[in-house]
């Protein structure tokens, strides 16, 4: 049986577009492999980028705290002061009230 030219022509298109095919689809496939590849990358760029943020502004709210908690103490023992300053005051008003009037 001989295949007409007509035949033969449709033949070599269909394979051409399938070898065309498959060309494109192990191009594609390349490129999809290397935008992962790519987006990988950039990923773990970002990722290391967020873990120093996260670090930085770690050690920038502990250092804040430090600050906060030692503005707390110095109020707290200024607050002991004052109250020993008032201790004394009502000590000495008091001893002044209880000395009876003409007995010094």
């Keep these: 049986m001989k295949l007409s030219q007509e035949l033969i022509a449709i033949l070599a298109v269909g394979v051409t577009l399938m070898g065309l095919q498959i060309t494109l689809f192990v191009s594609l496939r390349g490129e999809m492999s290397d935008l992962r590849d790519e987006m990988r990358g950039e990923m773990s760029v970002l990722r290391d980028e967020m873990r120093r943020e996260m670090n930085v502004l770690r050690d920038d709210i502990r250092r804040e705290m430090n600050v906060l908690r030692?503005?707390?103490?110095?109020?707290?023992?200024?607050?002991?002061?004052?109250?020993?300053?008032?201790?004394?005051?009502?000590?000495?008003?008091?001893?002044?009230l209880l000395v009876p009037a003409g007995g010094g």
């Design 70 to 96: 030692e503005d707390v103490r110095h109020d707290i023992d200024a607050l002991r002061l004052d109250i020993q300053d008032i201790r004394g005051d009502v000590r000495q008003l008091r001893e002044k």
